[in-house]
């Protein structure tokens, strides 16, 4: 197969139920487009049977599945990242394995890449998620809008298309957390944006736990933002000037009335309020000063144990 016009990235974590029927729909896609398209899966360090279907998927169309087997779990977004430093398709579409993103929808995509657009992101229609979850991404939504420069309408959203151009840059970035589509968008000089199906999970559950979302959003959050920071020192400014202020009121007061002892709980309350914002602003710095650790300590991002692939050059 020459150069590929598509490549299609599934990013794969213990989806064994799935994998099946994502398999069949998305080849039923790919051979309806009609030209040359490769799918690239990253086995994300699974503990169920995903690998073992994804070397058959390779078996039955060896040319044009290929299958990059982690060495343990590197997350969501590094499955993807080394599936684009591999990817050789003209567009590359990123797709979840769970068929909450129908692979029927690819060519609307591809439709909005050909117009044009360098990158189009996929907005969820009625999204079959908990009600939970839903809310939790309005509100990171909200806070990504107030605090950083990257404008989309569904950051959760991954299905996604975009021009080989901005791939190169995405892995070109080195970073080693990062948010693809944030990133991908900080690329784009001519986004556009689309409206997709969504499905609830077909099987099995969400591979994100409450902790591993935090981790992702503050990942979002210090990759693309320093308003954390200057938030606190705001605060911290606020806090001294209005001391300063109680400072000289409590000093007058005292010349005039004299010393006062009530209040003491209104104190402490107002003080371990304080403590409370304190600590939270090192645990800001601390996010940053981890992230700036792990990125000079230079280890890899991720470890690939095998490629399955057959390619003709
Ligand atoms: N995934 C992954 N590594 C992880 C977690 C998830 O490769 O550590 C994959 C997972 O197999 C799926 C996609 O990322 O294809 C999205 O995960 P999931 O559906 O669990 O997330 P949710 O839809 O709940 O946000
Ligand atoms: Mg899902």
Same mark, same amino acid.
């Given at each position: 197969m020459a150069q590929p016009y598509l490549s299609v990235v599934v990013p794969v974590y213990n989806e064994q139920e799935n994998l099946p029927a994502l398999f069949a729909r998305l080849t039923a896609v790919l051979d309806r487009i009609g030209k040359p398209c490769e799918i690239l899966f990253t086995n994300?360090? #699974?503990?169920?049977n995903s690998l073992a279907l994804l070397r058959d998927f390779h078996r039955q169309r060896p040319k044009q599945v290929r299958v990059i087997d982690f060495n343990?779990? !590197?997350?969501q977004h590094m499955a993807i990242m080394a599936a684009f430093e591999r990817a050789r398709g003209e567009v590359v579409v990123t797709l979840d394995?769970?068929?909450?993103?129908?692979? &029927? &929808?690819i060519p609307k995509l591809l439709a909005e890449i050909e117009n044009g657009h360098d990158v189009v992101g996929g907005y969820r229609k009625d999204? %079959?998620?908990?009600w939970f979850r839903r809310r939790a991404s309005r509100l990171l939504n909200l806070i990504r809008e107030s605090t950083t420069r990257i404008r989309m309408r569904? %950051?959760?959203?991954?299905?996604r298309a975009y021009r080989r151009s901005i791939v190169e840059h995405i892995t070109a #970035?080195? &970073?080693?957390?990062? !948010?693809i589509p944030a990133l991908a968008m900080s690329y784009a000089a001519h986004p556009a944006e689309i409206e997709v199906e969504h499905a609830a999970?077909?099987?099995?559950? #969400?591979?994100?736990s409450l902790y591993k979302l935090i981790r992702l959003n503050f990942d979002l959050m210090t990759g693309f933002s320093v308003v954390p920071l200057q938030v606190f020192t705001l605060f911290g400014m606020v806090i001294s000037i209005g001391s300063l202020l109680f400072v000289v009121y409590l000093f007058i007061r005292r010349l005039i009335i004299g010393p006062e002892v009530q209040g003491v709980f209104t104190l402490f309350a107002i003080l371990y309020f304080l403590v409370g914002v304190g600590i939270m602003g090192l645990g800001v710095i601390g996010e940053y000063i981890g992230r700036i650790y792990q990125e000079v300590r230079?280890?890899?991002r991720f470890m690939i144990r095998d490629v399955y692939e057959q390619l003709d050059d």
């Open positions: 994300d360090g #699974s503990r169920d343990g779990n !590197f997350g394995a769970d068929l909450q993103n129908p692979p &029927e &929808e999204r %079959q998620d908990s569904d %950051q959760g959203c991954m299905l #970035s080195g &970073e080693t957390s990062t !948010f999970r077909a099987a099995g559950e #969400s591979k994100y230079r280890r890899p």
